[in-house]
């Protein structure tokens, strides 16, 4: 069964504290690996598409890595803004046009 | 402005009175789907459209319909709805295929059933 799993569910970090979250996955193909990040209240906001094992992409303080069993997202040196839950989602190559999400890690990043 | 709009945004209804929650999006996009969030479960796809007159089943299709008669609109459709239906909803669009298939979301819907 196709399965998405990100760690840690929550995370606190002092401002300037880089640390990086985990997406894992077990997919039959993969065709693509898709970050965002969700505000309270609103809807998940794009960050990232990753489609081989090996690819990076990086945004201001974020920095997406994609290996065949997992992606991290490496946050530099946060900022109380970057304060968000960040889900990461799958599409696979079953032959549908389904995304599966993980549940998410809720990031908080104290001043 | 490039935008997924949708509505209601907030909607209190009781069980067994049907409802539609409207989506529409101004990009163009090919794809369109229905998603529910609940604490704990994360984002879960209801019901997905790759064109006009084209749709097909996410994971959690269970008491809800869609349709797509124009490219733009994709509404949701709760025929009868429950209380396990009480959950937060979004809408996105996308391109299909290649490198240009980011999904964009709409503000949500939250949904009560009494």
């Known amino acids: 069964e196709d399965q998405v799993t990100q760690s840690p569910e929550a995370l606190r970090l002092q401002e300037g504290e880089s640390s990086s979250l985990n997406c894992s996955y077990t997919?039959?193909?993969?065709?693509?690996l898709f970050w965002y990040r969700q505000d309270p209240g609103k809807g998940p906001e794009f960050l990232f598409t990753?489609?081989?094992a090996g690819e990076e992409k990086e945004k201001e303080r974020l920095k997406a890595t994609l290996t065949k069993k997992e992606s991290f997202l490496h946050i530099t040196a946060p900022k109380p803004e970057d304060s968000a839950t960040y889900l990461c989602?799958?599409?696979?190559?079953?032959?549908?046009?389904?995304?599966?999400f993980g549940t998410g890690t809720r990031l908080k990043v104290l001043a | 402005e490039a935008q997924v709009t949708q509505n209601p945004r907030y909607l209190i209804t009781v069980t067994g009175k049907k409802l539609t929650v409207t989506c529409s999006q101004n990009?163009?996009?090919?794809?369109m789907s229905w998603y529910r969030q609940d604490p704990g479960l994360g984002l879960r796809q209801i019901y997905y459209?790759?064109?006009?007159?084209?749709?097909d089943k996410g994971d959690v299709p269970e008491g809800y319909k869609v349709s797509r008669k124009e490219k733009r609109n994709f509404p949701l459709i709760l025929e009868s709805p429950s209380p396990n239906q009480t959950s937060l909803y979004f809408c996105?669009?996308?391109?299909?295929?290649?490198?240009?298939?980011?999904?964009?979301f709409g503000p949500g819907t939250r949904l009560t059933v009494l």
């Open positions: 990009m163009n996009h090919e794809y």
């Open positions: 459209s790759m064109n006009v007159e084209v749709t």
């Open positions: 989602a799958v599409r696979t190559t079953s032959g549908t046009y389904k995304y599966i």
């Open positions: 990753l489609y081989s």
């Open positions: 997919v039959s193909g993969l065709r693509g």
């Open positions: 996105a669009s996308s391109r299909l295929g290649g490198a240009s298939d980011t999904q964009y």
